[in-house]
Structure formats: structure tokens, C-alpha cells
């Protein structure tokens, strides 16, 4: 065990592991967009799900004025709820973090729970096995259980990390869809369908384009359908999805259901501020992409257009030295009986 250690911890080991792991994960990149499915299925499915628990809960809700309360029977959720992990490590915001990241129920609140407090310990026992035993690079003691803390740190704050992600990519999928989602959703407005129809109609033709947003849009149908307040379902798809253009035509529409003001005047302005702002996000980014690329050009381009510029340069010189030292007589040795 301790020779085996002792070749992991050679410089020559990681480097061929390094190397194994680049190869895999070039490998898996290649290969993932071949292995993925069609998730729009199953997103449908999810909302129709959705769909009948909120039909159980509202007629629960006939006869239990407090409502249907929705627990975790899993062995995670039994887990959790034994060591009351939800006020040990509460979060305020993990819960609608959750709901933009598409994350719903408490399945998944269980989960969070239940890694945010496994992590921790894992992260610093993996730190101690690397530390101790396969490499320490020459750190102090001090810095060695400084390691561990950083481990148990990294496990504590990496189910926050990993919602987050979830989330960000969720916003982009949606916000790419969304301006057209709107020119459909007008479309059908003012052909006379109503709301709830143009909801649905947009949420089975934008599926292709972004399953995401035609999830939040069949819910919404869902919620429109079933909540007592018709503006609760607005604020509730503006609260999952978390951006600002969602949230104004969430109260564009909000206020159109209450003062009666016409739908397809607030989704046209709606849909040129989304399309505008989606046009302004582009710019942005094209406009910092030359100060992004500074760095990477200087890292990597500079070097080779100096070695391919100077190479050739180089050579020529070094070759007409080389055959100048050929050339030349060779050098005459005198001695004292010469001068003699």
C-alpha cells in the first residue's frame, strides 16, 4: 500500500492521471450530445403530474381549511425530517433557488438538506486522505488542518453552488425563448383565445426551442386553473423563473386581469422589451469578448506567432554561422622555436 502511494505522489503519476482525466472528460463531451434524450416528454409529464396534485390539494383544501401538508417518505426525507435538518441548517432561500432551478416538492428540499450536511464530512475526509497519504507538498501542520476546514467548507457551500448553476442555465434556456414565446402568446391573444388556451397552445410549440419554458407555461396553466386568484399564478411563474423581463409581463398581466386594459397591447410592448433586452445581453457580450480574449492571446497565440515569425530567422542565422566557422583557415600555432 505505502509503494503504491508512494508512485501516485510522483510528479510522473498526476501528470498521467491528469492526462487520463483530459482525455475522459474530451471523451464524454464528444459523446454527450449523442447520449442525450428528448426531455420534453418528460417535462410534460411532470406538468400534468403538477397539474393533479394541485386539483387533490385544492379539494383538500374544500375540506381542511389549513390545507394538504406534502412530506418526504423516502429514506433521505425520513433522514432528514428525524434530524430535523431543515432548522439545523435552514436556508431561507433555498426553497425558491430550488424553484428556478426546476426543482420542486420536497423531494428535493430533503436532498439539499441531507448533502449539505453528508459533505462536509466528505470533503475533509477526501482532504485528509490526500494530505496524509498521497501527497502533502511540503505544508506545515498548521496548513494541513487548514486544508481540512478548506474541504469541509467546499462541501458545506457546494449544494449552493450546484442549485445556482442549475438555475443560471435554466434563466438562459428560458430568456432565449422567451421573446418568441410572447409573439406566439400575442398571436393567439388576438386571435381570441383566451389566456389560459394561449398559455397552452405557446407551451406545446416552444417545447422544441426550450422544454424549460414550456414547463413553467403548462404550470401556469396548471395554477391559472386552479388557484383562487388568477394573479397568484403570474407571481408564481415570475418567483420560479427570476428574471426581470418575466416578472414585468407577469405584472403586465396581472394588472391587464384587473382594470380590463387589453391583453395584446401589454404582450406587444412586452414582447419588443424582451426582444430589446435580449438584443442588449448580445452586445454586451460580443462587446467584452475582445477584453475577455487579452489574456488567452497572450498565453497562447503571442508565443507561437513569435516562435513561427523568429524560427525560421533563427535557423538562417544559426546555419551561416555554423558554415562561416566552416569556412574559416584554421588557426596557426606558433611556438618559441618559430620565433627562435
Not at 219 to 247: C, F, H, M, W
Request: glycine share 6%.
Amino acid at each position: 500500500m505505502g509503494d503504491i502511494l508512494t508512485s501516485l505522489a510522483k510528479p510522473d503519476a498526476i501528470a498521467a492521471l491528469l492526462v487520463a482525466l483530459a482525455v475522459f472528460a474530451t471523451v464524454i463531451s464528444v459523446l454527450l450530445p449523442y447520449l442525450q434524450t428528448d426531455k420534453l416528454e418528460t417535462r410534460l409529464k411532470a406538468v400534468t403530474e403538477q397539474r393533479e396534485k394541485l386539483r387533490k390539494q385544492s379539494r383538500a383544501a374544500l375540506d381542511n381549511p389549513k390545507g394538504l401538508r406534502r412530506t418526504d417518505d423516502s429514506m433521505v426525507g425520513n433522514i432528514s425530517s428525524k434530524l430535523n435538518l431543515a432548522k439545523a441548517l435552514e436556508d431561507p432561500n433555498i426553497v425558491d433557488n430550488l424553484s428556478k432551478a426546476g426543482l420542486r416538492g420536497p423531494g428535493p428540499l430533503s436532498a439539499f438538506y441531507f448533502a449539505r450536511m453528508t459533505l462536509p464530512f466528505a470533503g475533509a475526509l477526501l482532504m485528509f486522505f490526500y494530505i496524509f497519504f498521497v501527497n502533502d507538498h511540503g505544508f506545515s501542520p498548521m496548513l494541513k488542518y487548514g486544508s481540512l476546514l478548506f474541504g469541509a467548507a467546499a462541501g458545506f457551500y457546494a449544494p449552493n453552488l450546484y442549485v445556482s448553476n442549475m438555475a443560471q442555465k435554466r434563466q438562459q434556456s428560458i430568456m432565449r425563448a422567451f421573446p418568441d414565446a410572447l409573439d406566439m402568446l400575442l398571436i393567439c391573444v388576438e386571435a381570441g383565445m383566451s389566456i389560459e388556451l394561449g398559455f397552452s397552445k405557446v407551451s406545446q410549440e416552444i417545447g422544441s426551442a426550450s422544454p424549460e419554458l414550456a414547463e413553467e407555461f403548462g404550470l401556469t396553466v396548471a395554477e391559472l386553473s386552479y388557484l383562487p386568484e388568477r394573479r397568484q399564478a403570474y407571481e408564481n411563474l415570475a418567483k420560479r423563473t427570476g428574471n426581470d423581463g418575466i416578472k414585468a409581463v407577469c405584472m403586465a398581466l396581472g394588472q391587464a386581469e384587473r382594470y380590463g386594459t387589453p391583453l395584446g397591447d401589454a404582450l406587444r410592448i412586452m414582447a419588443k422589451e424582451n426582444r430589446d433586452m435580449r438584443m442588449a445581453a448580445a452586445e454586451k457580450k460580443a462587446a467584452a469578448l475582445p477584453a475577455q480574449l487579452t489574456v488567452p492571446m497572450i498565453l497562447f497565440f503571442l508565443p507561437v506567432l513569435f516562435l513561427v515569425v523568429l524560427g525560421p530567422a533563427y535557423i538562417g542565422f544559426k546555419a551561416s554561422q555554423e558554415k562561416n566557422q566552416a569556412s574559416a583557415p584554421p588557426a596557426i600555432e606558433t611556438t618559441h622555436s618559430d620565433w627562435g
